[in-house]
């Protein structure tokens, strides 16, 4: 594959990570204790509006996520089974986050907060994994 197309995949894969963990972490440790200091009626309705905002992103990031990584798995054939043991590990966690992240972005949803803090951790792990893969051959 030509360095700008490896480039700009890594780009892609990073970019989208970023925003999907980091999302997920202004979730957990920003927007909801924030917003638990307000009424009821308006932390629903600022969660509500929040989710409505993000959940463009959550559909960019997820496809941009899918695209680069299932283009950099398929290419970098003849790893060991411990890296597709890792690999496939990591891709549990990211059938986790990906769920949460949907389930976060919809309307109504009382334990996103919950749920923001799973993925956070999840999307922790999937980000220690990816470095030890990135070591593994």
């Known amino acids: 594959m030509p360095d700008a197309l490896v480039i700009t995949l890594r780009w892609i894969h990073i970019a989208s990570m970023a925003t999907l963990l ?10 909801a ?5 307000l009424s ?5 309705a600022l969660l509500d509006r929040a989710a409505a905002a993000f ?3 959550i559909f960019l990031a997820m496809g941009g996520l899918l695209f680069s990584g299932i283009v950099n798995y398929l290419s970098n054939p003849g790893h060991s ?5 890792l690999i496939g ?3 549990l966690f990211v059938g986790h ?3 949460v992240a949907f389930l976060i972005s919809k309307p109504h949803n009382p334990r996103r907060t919950r749920l923001a803090i799973g993925a956070m951790v999840s999307g922790l792990i ?10 593994i051959f």
């Open 97 to 99: 986050v990906f769920a």
């Open 33 to 37: 204790p924030a917003a638990s200091r």
């Open 22 to 31: 980091g999302g997920m972490i202004f979730w957990s440790l920003v927007l």
């Open 89 to 91: 590990i990591k891709f």
């Open 126 to 135: 999937i980000l220690a994994i990816s470095a030890w893969l990135r070591r």
């Open 40 to 44: 009821s009626g308006e932390n629903n």
């Open 81 to 85: 089974k411990f890296y597709h043991m």
């Open 55 to 57: 959940r463009p992103l």
